[in-house]
């Protein structure tokens, strides 16, 4: 019987992929990692030479990681390299996008740029939204990763395609355990920052505060920020954003 996350029904109504024909801006690199030969999917790398350590971004849905180019310096200045991962489908990704493929690519990007010595000793991990599953799946996975940043990030994902029409019945104990952010994170031991904006309507902060109790990490921390919502939350008040991932940084790393 197949399982209703892998039907296209399910992950066309959680998925929307954009591509990418752009070049990468100066100082960048684009990466590739072969996922299942000869698929590919793509990640850009803007490093830093004083970087203390990497951070692995995996961005939202409906975003490409060009979309994070103006962002880079930003994140070279917390002390990082920062690499932006795209999904099948996703810029100048192969493939169409499954939630399956996504968690098991996650495993291979990070394998993959560990190999080619892409990242740095010290490794983070961090997931935006739909980005908060293969960030998940790889802090539960890898007790190395150093610390671990969930913004506007899920519990569940059976309410995001039952918001569009789609009814999901019962599921499995093991597609829970695959599949919901919620329960995996009671594996993830690392530190913990999850960050949510107050007015996000389009996943809910008590998710945010669900994915926080529920973490297994004795260092957690949960911030909820005013006046911003999903698709805002950059533009939380007196530099609210940056200022909580420096002060995480800064003690993590």
């Known amino acids: 019987m197949t399982s209703i996350f892998d039907t296209p029904q399910f992950n066309e109504n959680l998925f929307f992929p954009r591509p990418d024909s752009g070049e990468a801006p100066k100082g960048a690199e684009d990466l590739f990692v072969t996922v299942e030969a000869p698929m590919k999917v793509h990640v850009r790398l803007h490093s830093h030479p004083d970087a203390r350590f990497s951070l692995l971004f995996f961005h939202g849905n409906g975003e490409i990681a060009a979309d994070y180019d103006n962002?880079?310096?930003?994140?070279?200045?917390?002390?990082?390299?920062?690499?932006?991962?795209?999904?099948?489908?996703?810029g100048k990704s192969d493939g169409k996008p499954t939630l399956r493929s996504t968690l098991a690519d996650a495993h291979a990007i990070y394998n993959m740029l560990k190999a080619e010595g892409k990242l740095r000793p010290?490794?983070?991990?961090?997931?935006?939204?739909?980005?908060?599953?293969?960030?998940i799946e790889l802090c539960a996975e890898y007790p190395e990763i150093k610390a671990c940043v969930i913004e506007s990030g899920y519990a569940d994902p059976i309410p995001l395609v039952e918001r569009r029409g789609l009814k999901v019945d019962n599921i499995t104990p093991e597609e829970g355990a695959l599949f919901n952010n919620s329960k995996k994170i009671e594996r993830v031991k690392?530190?913990?920052?999850?960050m949510h904006g107050e007015d996000d309507v389009l996943i809910y902060p008590h998710e945010a505060k669900l994915n926080y109790?529920?973490?297994?990490?004795k260092d957690k921390a949960l911030q909820i920020?005013?006046?911003?919502?999903?698709?805002?939350?950059l533009m939380a008040p007196d530099y609210g954003y940056f200022k909580c991932l420096f002060g995480f940084f800064e003690q993590m790393v």
């Open 225 to 233: 920020l005013p006046g911003v919502g999903h698709n805002d939350i």
């Open 213 to 217: 109790d529920r973490a297994g990490s």
């Open 122 to 135: 010290t490794v983070c991990v961090m997931g935006r939204s739909l980005g908060s599953a293969p960030a």
């Open 190 to 194: 690392c530190p913990v920052l999850i």
């Open 71 to 90: 962002l880079a310096e930003a994140y070279h200045q917390i002390g990082a390299d920062f690499l932006v991962c795209d999904y099948r489908g996703y």
